[in-house]
């Protein structure tokens, strides 16, 4: 009995379908949130900015009419959020880290008042614990 070698179409099918899943994998990230007021209800054209912290570049965009925001393919690192509507004080949340193929979620709670203002949140540890002698 002889063995017939593949056909070349064949060959090349199969050389390709290794290199298929090379192209689905994802090199970045993805930010997204909803912008409430004091109340919880939903804010749409809220100016929502991201900045990442070790280039300067930043992608700005509004909410949706549900209050909703996405920056697809974010490139992994440390970011900065901030949103800016009119009538409302600028909202700045603590630092976001985005991380290979995850979703980093952070809403916007603004609060009544102007731009001028801003709202910075920090959720940072003391270094040091103050300890009382006695």
Excluded: C, W
């Amino acid at each position: 009995m002889r063995v017939r070698p593949p056909s070349l179409p064949i060959i090349l099918i199969m050389a390709l379908i290794p290199g298929a899943g090379v192209y689905a994998q994802s090199f970045s990230g993805t930010v997204r949130g909803t912008a409430t007021d004091s109340s919880g209800a939903i804010l749409p054209n809220v100016k929502v900015t991201l900045i990442n912290e070790s280039t300067g570049e930043s992608r700005t965009q509004p909410t949706s009419d549900l209050g909703t925001y996405t920056f697809p393919q974010v490139a992994p690192g440390l970011y900065r959020l901030e949103g800016e509507a009119h009538g409302f004080k600028k909202f700045v949340p603590p630092h976001i880290t985005v991380e290979l193929q995850q979703e980093a979620a952070d809403d916007l709670a603004m609060q009544v008042g102007e731009v001028s203002e801003s709202i910075e949140v920090a959720g940072e540890v003391p270094l040091l614990q103050p300890r009382e002698n006695g």
